[in-house]
């Protein structure tokens, strides 16, 4: 349907419609750009973390609108595309900093991998930091998160053939996965343009 919304703005259309389509896109929460394409949900949310330092940042642009397209119509499918988005963005943080990673590492090993490689994981604090219990406990927790929404993909999401239909999955638990997700992608993403920008 975005796309749709995307070629319709493209149209060279009086500006005072296309403004009230913009403006309209930006109310339910979309975000258009200057080249006119539309991000919406949790793509919407990402859109101001620093990419630029990744090589190629299009695997994690094609996640978030997979996520943002499916959370309210498919929670199933954007709990999936959650659980991917932080392998993904495991993957790239380890492949930017130059770390080996094996290609088919689960999700706790790439997240502990990635923490580590960010100097994020609560092993990597010094015990002399200020405040550094609640620090470890917030990154310890942190690390879970993204755990989490892989146990909750492996639960409910479509990806593994399920032989039963999943009751009682709404959008609700859609949001809390791709909240999560998006909050533990951030911090990886802020950590490492911050590292490579210093």
Known sequence: MLNVFEQIHSWTIEGDYRDSLVRHLRRDGY???ESGRIR?????????????QLSDPSSIYEHLERIAASTDSDPGVAISGARALIEATTKLVLAELGEAYDEKADVPALVKAAQKALALHPDSLAPTRPGVEITKRILSNLSQLAIGVAELRNQYGPDHGRTTAVVGLRPRHAHLAVGAATTYCRMLLETLAARTSA
């Open 31 to 33: 975000d258009v750009d």
């Open 40 to 52: 919406g949900g949790s793509a919407a949310t990402l859109a101001d973390i620093p990419l630029e």
